[in-house]
């Protein structure tokens, strides 16, 4: 065993490389990633978001990447002491991985390239014995991180693992010069946010490092993934597959349970001909194998309004003869697959994940996991508190006939046009119908919730024999609320193509704003059997709103 191996068995023996994608480290997986790098040695800093959120300073030196975890991050502030963490040595390809360690794995939680370059030992020719005797100068050449750094061990710590890490006084120290405000990688230009959620390839820690990258499966590529960074636009630019016809098949040939490859992705579904939702007008009942189908068929229309985002389920695992509820929160059997998103502000009591959809499997998953009704945030990750879509909710009342919610939304479309406002309705699946506007980003939610309250008291005073205002229903008088309070962070409305918990499987369905006049349409008009169809001949009209960035008039 060579010397960087021996100092690699610690960090092989906390890692199961049958689950986690990190590298593996030894001479057939280093390929090309060994020796040093052009003008210097390697550095890197990874920003990892795990247990806790740190960050990750790795030297190489000695044929491995010696390495501290820094709870608050590397600053150029001289005046700053940072904590730092001596951990185990990892692998020289370890300098390239970005990706998701497996939840549940040592480490698990998404890692990003924060800044990477080369470095140099300061005042001594020996920096191995610099560590030993614990204190290490050294220049960062790096695309953040430059100038002279100086790793500290005190000789008051006992087990060897507390250090401090602290930037010298030179021309490139920057006083009050703070991690967080950068949080970009420097290799996919993603946050950890966006990697967690659409992370641009896989990495196979088996492979040398120039083949360890392969593009996700299921119609992401890089190009697309980089562009969802940049602008709303991306979201008409980014091409969703759905299933091909054997996969399909595959489906229909199953058992009552069984594993189904979609996409790349491997599914163990079970339960497939349990009823989950029952007929109307005398069809057959909606199996769970029929919801599995219907979700991952409708992906590619559907999850332009989900990618990016935090998701919120209504589920009926034993059918909707039974009580559904909310569930949020990524359960821990989950494949690893999956793409979370870690709320970083949650309360130890609140959801600290949430699953983020970017593929049709991801949608098939959710159906065998009993989730209905899906409804995803109005706002992207990484910046959740800056709404994407304003939303207008007709909530009818008893009284309330479907002429009246016509009226109303007729009165949105009117409104909207005087505006200069582009926006699109859609029937619910249900009794109403919900009108979505998209908004250039900037916003706060307390913006678009009183700029939606606003336009919504203005139609309600032309038919005030329509609409009340009052909280509770059964103080209403059986009319209808416009409901402008669906503008709040992580309140959120049932999703464009979402199944509703009817007999027959309703489909919440966008429209265009000339199919109000037509005499044929209900609320519940289309279902898990027919949208397909109508997706198929004619488009899906919220595509019209991707990508439109407008600024809400001042009222």
Do not use: C
């Amino acid at each position: 065993m060579d010397e960087a191996a021996e100092r690699l068995a610690k960090y092989r023996a906390m890692r199961n490389f049958e689950r986690t994608a990190e590298p593996a480290g030894g001479e057939a997986a280093r390929g090309n990633a060994g020796g040093e790098a052009a003008g210097g040695k390697r550095f890197v800093v990874q920003r990892h978001r795990a247990r806790r959120r740190h960050y990750d300073l790795r030297l190489e030196l000695g044929g491995v990447l010696v390495s501290w975890a820094v709870p608050k991050g590397p600053t150029l502030d001289p005046k700053a002491r940072r904590m730092a963490v001596h951990v185990e040595d990892h692998p020289l390809e370890y300098a390239d991985f970005e990706g998701v360690i497996p939840h549940g794995e040592y480490g698990g939680g998404d890692v990003i390239v924060w800044d990477r370059g080369t470095w140099e030992p300061a005042d001594t020719d020996d920096p191995e014995q610099a560590l030993a005797d614990g204190n290490l100068h050294f220049d960062l050449f790096g695309d953040k991180l430059a100038g002279r750094f100086v790793l500290i061990h005190p000789k008051r710590d006992g087990d060897g693992k507390q250090w401090l890490l602290l930037h010298k006084q030179d021309d490139h120290a920057r006083s009050g010069w703070d991690a967080e405000d950068h949080l970009k990688s420097v290799k996919s230009g993603l946050t950890n946010d966006e990697v967690a959620a659409a992370p641009a390839a896989l990495w196979h820690g088996d492979r040398p490092a120039a083949e360890a990258e392969e593009p996700i499966p299921g119609g992401r590529t890089d190009k697309a993934a980089t562009r969802r960074k940049d602008h709303p636009a991306a979201e008409a630019e980014t091409v969703f597959v759905g299933p091909t016809e054997q996969e399909l098949a595959e489906l229909e040939a199953l058992g009552a349970r069984g594993t189904w490859t979609l996409g790349g992705r491997k599914l163990v579904l079970t339960n497939l001909d349990k009823v989950l939702i029952p007929g109307r007008d005398g069809e057959e009942p909606i199996t769970k194998r029929e919801l599995i189908r219907y979700y991952a068929s409708i992906a590619p229309a559907m999850l332009p309004y989900l990618a990016g985002r935090p998701l919120n389920t209504q589920r009926f695992p034993g059918g909707i003869g039974k009580p559904g509820f909310w569930h949020k929160e990524v359960p821990d059997h989950a494949p690893d697959w999956l793409q979370r998103w870690h709320n970083e502000a949650a309360a130890a009591d609140e959801v600290q994940q949430y699953l983020v959809p970017g593929a049709a499997a991801d949608l098939a998953w959710l159906a065998n996991f009993g989730a209905l009704e899906l409804h995803a945030w109005t706002s992207r990750i990484p910046d959740v508190g800056s709404p994407t879509w304003t939303l207008f909710d007709i909530d009818p009342g008893p009284e309330t006939s479907f002429d009246d919610v016509l009226v109303l939304a007729r009165l949105h479309r009117t409104a909207l046009a005087h505006l200069g406002l582009v926006g699109r309705p859609k029937v619910t699946g249900q009794r109403g119908i919900q009108v979505w506007v998209p908004v250039e980003p900037g916003y706060t939610f307390a913006e678009t919730r009183a700029w939606a309250e606003t336009v919504s008291k203005m139609i309600g005073k032309t038919v005030p024999e329509l609409v009340s205002w009052a909280w509770h229903k059964d103080r209403r008088g059986g009319r209808a609320r416009l409901d402008y309070t669906q503008n709040v962070h992580n309140k959120t409305l049932v999703a464009p193509y979402s199944v509703r918990p009817q007999p027959g499987a309703p489909v919440s369905v966008p429209l265009e704003w000339d199919e109000l006049d037509d005499p044929d349409l209900t609320p519940a008009r289309w279902t898990v059997r027919t949208v397909l169809d109508r997706v198929k001949t004619a488009g899906d009209p919220f595509a019209a709103l991707l990508g439109v960035s407008q600024r809400l008039p001042k009222l």
